[in-house]
């Protein structure tokens, strides 16, 4: 009999099963360990439930961008020649296999062959068939399609073709070899074949995609969860199934983690603010920036799983001057039928690893907004724009000098460079409302704590801290940078801690130079350390600066791009949009893409006509305008080929009857002269006049510009310089583009053709007598600058101080002549602009060698230096100066390796 306190025990299994049991196991845990490892991440949490309808959406938005990358392909530099010498490759060992197994049958003696029209049809079959094979690989190589074709007219056809010559004897001397009745089986497995093929590519890079993109199978509840099995694992952490190929046939079908962490709409649960996904597919990615409505709009980085594909989404504000559509150009150009628009277009472009073949891709997502009237500061649609112009940094909210909640900055910069008064970099004078201030003596900055939980004030306003070790310090570096003094005790707010006499300083100089701002740090970092209590290691908290009399504001400049011919409005965004997106200048110009009626095939002459209308540059003037009403006060052009003339057309001066200057255009009035040319005559021959409005033209860069060299010397440079003294011409002298337009140029005067008065190589009306090229300043580089004849005629006409304010080398002394005493014997007075030859350039450039801004690395690099620090080449880093005006980029030839 049992006793009541003892426990009854299961009976336990022989040893020969308890070691099958843990055996099992420990095969179970080895299972789901090797299959974790597969995931990225992996949330424990609750049960799975049903997935959402937003959920679901977000879903199946990222799945297209997926499927667009897995379908357009990336960009690739593997010659199509390697896989054409594999197929034959292939065709000649099918040729040796038969040949070693039935042999070659050589005994009977040929028969006589007498040509018929028959075989004349064969040959030109054959000949057409070969054309179109290298019209596939050659041309089209690139495209999905052709890819396709190359399977179904070439390598389909010629695999059949060498198994039937090759196993067949009849079909060897016979001319209708596929009529031979033992190879039929040949001609039935090419068919099928080239029926799967067909299928099969449109099955996947046509049909399924417009399957999921319809409003159908997105509107469907449940349709996209029951596709992909999808669970949810967490808040917005989604497990789903989904197919890998790297990983072969059998394990195809993994098991993959998505996730979004962000901002959601209250109302609809979607994606709207800022937020990030993660996708561990092997297809997916992780994408960190701006959503709207369960969809990533600009701006947003995002990095390929597994790879180092980076794509960046950037933000390009558009004014358009045209009746064009979006995504092409009419032949006849026109800009009358419509008022001008603008808005905001998100870009996104490759920038890392594998460029994508979609890339870059446009869309517009702000806007349109009318702009039929000149713009003013109570009715600015240019201001509506600039609010939606943002980079990551500012949508994040943490910029390192602007603090949350908008009352201060971490950081103050003061400069005294600007002849119009002091600047605080990032504040508007709130008497004036502008960027600086003319009468500013002295400057002074409040300091205010961030006054945590645990400190209290006293009734004398000193900061109490409590002198227990409770408190968890936060030891980061990010801290200690905003930390301004950090005294230990003292009153809050703390006025008048820093104050700033303004001084007078050169052009060139700051009141802070490079060295006093990291001596002034390294002064903040050890008076911080120093007040850190060891023992008792108060919370730290940030200072905030604020200036009195001034307004913090996210200041920027703003960047104005000119398109070329044949350029619509699409490809104008995303070449600006590639621009942008491999620099950083996002970070410091709002861009605006200036889109113009660029017509398109053999319409050069009716977009030159358009380019220098009365109507295009009002619309200019409307954006000008605009952006001056809108209160920016700094702008940089930038032109690509026709565009200089859309640009310069704008500026150029007006002429009486007798091709007399009388005044500058209305353009050109909103910005302030140069200060070397601040006492030239104006229109009625006396000082002009000076307003505190008018903008600061910061610079001006022509890429590749197609604009007549005579004309470009003898009018239009001085109408540019004098608001601009920061020129550059960036040219090439292979431009084969540029020769055209010559070549062009050079024969349409002899058909009736008249040139725009901006492109007459002088004022009064121009007749060509013979036929000659007519060179454009991004071709002939080496050209621009004035003759010792030009030099007299300046001279002869009492303008000798307006042509030594148009040299490069304004130190040379010149005779009555207009010749200069120590000039070589050529006796070139170069133009005072910067520029730059890039015929040496050889990556990321078309063979046109028009084109490369938005690619190539040297480009890019010193571009972003003149547009970010306005210097002139001569200081610029990547370049050498070789003679005039002209320097050359430190560049190695891509051939050339060590």
Known sequence: MMNDNSSTEAPRPPPSVRTTMESSSLLRQRKTRKSRRNLSFRVNGPQSKDVNEAQERVFLNMYLRKMQRRVHGKRSNDNLCCEFTVVIIMLVIIMLVAIIILGWDDNEQDTKFEWNQADTIGLVVVLIWIIFAIFVFFVYGASTYARMLRYMVVYIPLVAF??????????????????????????????????????????????????????????????????????????????????????????????????????????????????????????????????????????????????????????????????????????????????????????????????????????????????????????????????????????????????????????????????????????????????????????????????????????????????????????????????????????????????????????????????????????????????????????????????????????????????????????????????????????????????????????????????????????MLKLVKGLGAAGIDKVHFMTHSMGAQTLLGAFRDKYDENGKCIGRSDVSMCFQLDPAFDDAEGPAGGKPQQSTDQMICKSITMLNPDFPVKAFVDRAFLSIRRVCQTITLVGDRNDRALWWSSFCMGTFPHFGYEFPEVLRPTVAPYKQTKWALMERTGRSIDKLYFTAAEGQQYHDGGNDDAFRRQLFNKAESFDFSGRTKDANNDNRFWLDMDVIDMTGLDTNIKGMRHSGFSLNGMLLKDLAELLSSGNRAIKRSTLLFREGNIFSYAHAPAFVVQ
């Open 162 to 619: 060498m198994t039937s010559m090759s196993f067949y004897e009849e079909a060897r001397r016979s001319k209708d070899w596929f009529l031979v009745p033992d190879q039929y089986w040949i001609l039935i497995l090419a068919i099928i074949a080239e029926v799967v093929t067909f299928i099969s590519f449109m099955t996947y890079y046509k049909v399924w995609p417009i399957v999921v993109k319809s409003d159908r199978f997105r509107n469907t509840p449940g349709r996209v969860a029951k596709i992909w099995s999808m669970d949810i694992v967490d808040d917005w952490t989604m497990k789903y199934r989904g197919y890998n190929p790297t990983h072969g046939t059998a394990k195809c079908q993994l098991d993959f983690t998505c996730k979004y962490e962000g901002d959601t709409d209250p109302d609809t649960g979607l994606p709207d603010g800022l937020g990030r996904w993660l996708d561990d597919s092997c297809e997916g990615e992780m994408l960190t920036g701006y959503w709207k409505e369960g969809e990533p709009v600009a701006p947003f980085s995002s990095w390929s799983v597994g790879a180092d594909d980076a794509v960046v989404a950037v933000r390009v504000a558009y004014f358009k001057a045209t009746d064009d559509p979006f995504e092409k150009n009419n032949f006849y150009p026109t800009n009358d039928q419509n008022p001008p628009e603008c808005g905001v277009a998100s870009v996104e472009c490759s920038v890392s690893g594998s460029f994508y073949k979609h890339l870059p891709d446009a869309t517009l997502i702000e806007g349109p907004y009318i702009t039929d009237f000149m713009p003013t500061k109570q009715n600015n649609p240019i201001r509506e724009v600039l609010s939606h112009l943002f980079h990551v940094g500012e949508a994040s909210e943490d910029a390192d000098h602007i603090s949350n909640d908008g009352r201060g900055v971490s950081t103050i910069k003061i400069q005294a460079t600007d002849p119009r008064g002091i600047q605080v970099l990032g504040h508007v004078h709130k008497p004036t409302g502008r960027f600086y201030s003319p009468d500013t003596k002295s400057i002074t900055v409040d300091v205010e704590w961030d006054l945590s939980a645990n400190e209290r004030t006293t009734d004398t306003g000193s900061i109490q801290r409590p002198q227990s070790g409770k408190f968890t310090p936060r030891a980061s570096y990010r801290c200690l940078q905003k930390t301004l003094f950090m005294p230990k005790a003292t009153t809050a707010p703390l006025s008048t801690l820093v104050e700033v006499e303004m001084e007078e300083s050169s052009e060139e100089e700051n009141i802070f130079d490079e060295e006093d701002l990291d001596a002034l740090e390294g002064q903040r970092h050890e008076s911080a350390e120093a007040t850190i209590d060891r023992e008792h290691s108060p919370q730290m908290t940030t200072a905030t600066l604020r200036v009195q009399n001034w307004v913090p504001y996210m200041y920027k400049e703003a960047l104005v791009f000119c398109p070329g011919y044949n350029t619509c409005m699409k490809s104008a965004l995303q070449s600006l949009g590639q621009f942008l997106a491999m620099t950083k200048l996002s970070q410091h110009v709002y861009p605006f893409v200036f889109v113009w009626p660029g017509s398109k095939n053999v319409g050069f002459s009716l977009a030159s006509k358009i380019a220098a209308s009365d109507i295009n540059q009002q619309n």
